[in-house]
């Protein structure tokens, strides 16, 4: 079984500084991992995946992650922030194999403020 | 664009009666999914459906259940609507490993 670790609940942050949201996955078998948003009242909307290959995953809004095995980490950053991100960022896992169902951690609240 | 379209943005029901939510792809997605929401919890898995009339329980099952007719559309229902049912529902599809793909959400009252 797989889990999910975001250590911060809250992230505060000032406009254009940037920022480092943490996510520790816990897993016996390789996997897939995700990052999602959530604008306030909305659905999520995925941010970008780790499947393969490179370990420095591009999504959109200028976000990017970093897929790092030994450490079991997939941390999300993005060099310079603005208002509209201020939403909830989820962390996702799922193995490789069968059938793919989705781990979410408990969410990241990013804050900016000008 | 994957579109996940859910019946209602907001819902308030009753204790005891019959709730529907109703969720719509458009990508031909093998895959659908219900969760629920709360603060401090995540996303818990409900249910989910990997192939029309196929169903399994995820985490959270008890006081649910759901319907899958057509490949597009995933119902769930709550038999008898209890407060602790009061939730945003996320309904998702999915096509192998590319992640899910999610609708807007319904809030759901039950007073």
């Known amino acids: 079984a797989q889990s999910v670790t975001q250590l911060d609940s809250q992230v505060p942050v000032f406009e254009e500084a940037p920022v480092e949201l943490r996510c520790n996955y816990s897993?016996?078998?390789?996997?897939?991992l995700f990052w999602y948003v959530q604008y306030p009242n909305q659905g999520l909307q995925l941010l970008l995946k780790?499947?393969?290959?490179?370990?420095l995953v591009k999504g959109i809004n200028g976000f990017e992650a970093e897929f790092n095995k030994s450490q079991t980490s997939f941390h999300l950053r993005k060099p310079s922030v603005h208002i509209s991100d201020t939403a909830e960022y989820f962390c996702a896992v799922t193995h490789t194999t069968g059938f793919q169902k989705l781990v979410f951690g408990t969410g990241t609240r990013l804050l900016v403020s000008p | 664009d994957v579109k996940v379209t859910q019946s209602s943005r907001y819902l308030v029901k009753r204790t005891g009666e019959k709730v529907f939510l109703e969720c719509v792809q458009d990508?031909?997605?093998?895959?659908m999914f219900w969760y629920r929401q709360d603060p401090g919890l995540g996303l818990r898995l409900i249910y989910f459906?990997?192939?029309?009339?196929?169903?399994e329980k995820g985490d959270i099952p008890e006081g649910y259940s759901v319907s899958r007719e057509k490949k597009e559309r995933f119902s769930l229902i709550l038999e008898s609507a209890s407060t602790n049912q009061t939730s945003m529902y996320l309904c998702?599809?999915?096509?192998?490993?590319?992640?899910?793909?999610f609708g807007p959400g319904t809030r759901l009252t039950v007073t």
């Open positions: 990508m031909d997605h093998e895959n």
């Open positions: 780790y499947l393969s290959g490179s370990t």
């Open positions: 897993s016996s078998v390789s996997v897939y």
């Open positions: 998702a599809s999915s096509s192998g490993p590319s992640g899910q793909y």
């Open positions: 459906s990997y192939d029309v009339k196929m169903k």
